[in-house]
């Protein structure tokens, strides 16, 4: 079995306390972290977003509340997962979509705005995928992407490796009931590119004013770009 298919079935497994096990393994600071991913966005005004590999889908419905006019979809290859959306967001008026992350079923400048958490590192070819974002984009657009990141060597980090490599599969096996998940996301965290390569990527896929910021003691890194208003495609 590929990668794609494993990461799908493991997605669907786990959908049903993937919530529970974020605010858990975050210390409840994910919310905050999906907050500051629609302020990068910017307010797309009657425009359409993408929010890709949607998840559960809190950053959708944070658009839906920040920018009412805005068409809003959400887009995940996890069927399990987008279920579980649907259900908790059914009051809101977004659009959900399955679909592959490798080749968006949408046309080129569609969208005002893409943002994605937790995608880059569960495919196989990151740079691939920021070229199919970027593609659907409008001129101008912007992508903002929240994933995890490999934490510097310093002080602390024992003790971080001992809480991504023991505590998160320990809790993913008394939670989640599921131990072999949470330990491929941790391995997925430490062997993913850093900060600083990422943001390299973001520009070798055609991005211009690429930033980041780091959060939760280097261990979450929240990317964002925008599309060249002047070339365009």
Same mark, same amino acid.
């Given at each position: 079995m590929g990668k794609a298919e494993g990461v799908q079935a493991m997605f669907d497994a786990i959908a049903g306390r993937y919530d !529970?096990?974020?605010?858990l393994m975050t210390l409840g600071q994910d919310q905050r972290w999906r907050r500051f991913v629609v302020q990068r966005a910017g307010d797309p005004g009657r425009g359409a977003v993408?929010?890709?590999?949607?998840?559960?889908?809190?950053?959708?419905?944070?658009?839906?509340?920040?920018?009412?006019?805005?068409?809003?979809?959400?887009?995940?290859?996890?069927?399990n997962m987008l279920a579980r959306a649907r259900h908790r967001f059914q009051e809101l008026p977004i659009c959900w979509q399955a679909c592959d992350a490798n080749q968006l079923p949408f046309r080129e400048q569609s969208f005002e705005a893409v943002t994605f958490g937790y995608l880059l590192r569960n495919v196989d070819d990151a740079l691939h995928v920021l070229r199919e974002v970027?593609?659907?984009?409008?001129?101008?657009?912007?992508?903002?992407?929240?994933?995890t990141t490999p934490p510097r060597k310093g002080p602390l980090w024992p003790f971080i490796?001992?809480?991504?490599?023991?505590?998160?599969?320990? !809790?993913?096996?008394?939670?989640?009931?599921?131990?072999?998940?949470?330990?491929?996301?941790?391995?997925?965290?430490?062997?993913?590119?850093?900060?600083?390569?990422?943001?390299?990527?973001?520009?070798?896929?055609?991005?211009?004013?690429?930033?980041?910021?780091?959060?939760?003691?280097?261990?979450?890194?929240?990317?964002w770009g925008e599309k060249d208003p002047v070339v365009g495609l």
């Open positions: !529970l096990m974020n605010r993408l929010d890709l590999a949607c998840g559960t889908g809190d950053i959708a419905a944070l658009f839906c509340r920040v920018a009412p006019q805005a068409r809003v979809l959400a887009a995940d290859f996890s069927l970027r593609r659907v984009l409008v001129a101008g657009g912007r992508v903002v992407c929240l994933d490796r001992f809480y991504l490599q023991v505590v998160v599969p320990a !809790l993913g096996r008394c939670i989640a009931r599921d131990k072999a998940a949470y330990a491929y996301l941790t391995g997925s965290t430490m062997d993913f590119y850093e900060a600083e390569v990422l943001a390299a990527l973001f520009r070798q896929a055609g991005f211009a004013n690429v930033g980041y910021r780091r959060f939760m003691f280097g261990t979450i890194g929240v990317h």
